[in-house]
């Protein structure tokens, strides 16, 4: 894929949509981004005849698919190709971003026998050394922000991929820092699930903070049209999750109505319960009253 993107005419489209992105190639090869291109078999033949490769472990590896007749496709397609690395800088999967605005937007790897998405963060070997300097980690959505977010020199950041964070996701960065940020993209702020799924954050001892992007900016976006500076000062100012969290349900429901007053306290007990500091728990608790 690396050699396609870089050297091979059947990369120029993969190449182009870089530059128009603003990806260097300096960034493109620190994480070894590449191309898959159009045709339906060009790895598959690739991975069987210059590598002598069993086409049952391209399937086990997910970079292959058969179909119900028997037939075996390439399972990335005229997409850009970011391979995922564990923390110890081994590739274990593969994500492929469309650059023709087809669906889905992205294309990841299937579960595999080395391969689950829920253990697992984009970036996380790149980043790791800058989250413990840090002494957080900002958690975006894509690959291409996770690209263009360390270009400008923001390098304490990992890419979910759009899942939900998991327990091993958390313990996996609970390793390195136990201050966490979300970094929001402006129309998805506000999500009561994404926030509630946040509370097993707080339970792991992390303490967690939003930061809310401009509507329809993200990340990606953000640091291109504003810099780095400004985007450093977005992640100071923001919000504390009970904070913000608070701030939303009041928006969302009218706490001079009996009922919806008692929602209110209900979803914010939920994260206050998770507290495992006391006298966190107690000024919460004060604060809520």
């Not at 598959?44 to 997910?62: F, H």
């Not at 706490?255 to 209900?266: F, G, H, P, S």
Request: proline share 3%; glycine share 6%; with cysteine.
């Amino acid at each position: 894929y690396e050699d396609i993107l870089k050297k091979n005419a059947l990369g120029k489209t993969g190449r182009e949509y870089l530059a128009q992105r603003g990806i260097a190639k300096e960034i493109a090869d620190l994480l070894h981004i590449g191309f898959a291109p159009a045709g339906w078999s060009s790895f598959l033949d690739y991975a069987k005849q210059g590598k002598r490769a069993q086409e049952g472990d391209l399937v086990t590896a997910g970079l292959v698919i058969k179909n119900e007749k028997g037939s075996s496709y390439d399972r990335f397609r005229e997409r850009l190709i970011f391979p995922i690395f564990d923390q110890k800088n081994r590739p274990i999967a593969f994500g492929g971003r469309t650059v023709e605005n087809h669906d889905p937007k992205y294309l990841n790897s299937p579960e595999t026998p080395i391969y689950s998405k829920g253990k697992h963060l984009y970036g996380l070997n790149f980043s790791k050394h800058a989250i413990v300097n840090e002494k957080a980690v900002l958690i975006v959505e894509g690959y291409m922000d996770f690209a263009s977010l360390y270009q400008s020199g923001i390098h304490h950041v990992v890419a979910c991929l759009g899942t939900a964070l998991t327990q091993d996701q958390l313990r996996l960065l609970k390793r390195y820092t136990n201050s966490l940020v979300m970094v929001y993209d402006g129309d998805a702020a506000g999500q009561i699930a994404t926030l509630r799924n946040l509370d097993s954050a707080i339970e792991e001892g992390f303490y967690v903070r939003i930061a809310v992007l401009p509507v329809d900016q993200d990340p990606d976006s953000f640091v291109k049209k504003f810099g780095s500076q400004v985007f450093r000062k977005l992640i100071d100012d923001a919000f504390d999750l009970f904070e913000y969290k608070l701030k939303f349900l009041l928006k969302s429901y009218a706490k001079d109505k009996a009922q919806e007053k008692a929602i209110v306290v209900k979803e914010m007990l939920s994260t206050i319960r998770k507290v495992p500091n006391a006298v966190v728990q107690s000024e919460y608790i004060r604060q809520l009253s």
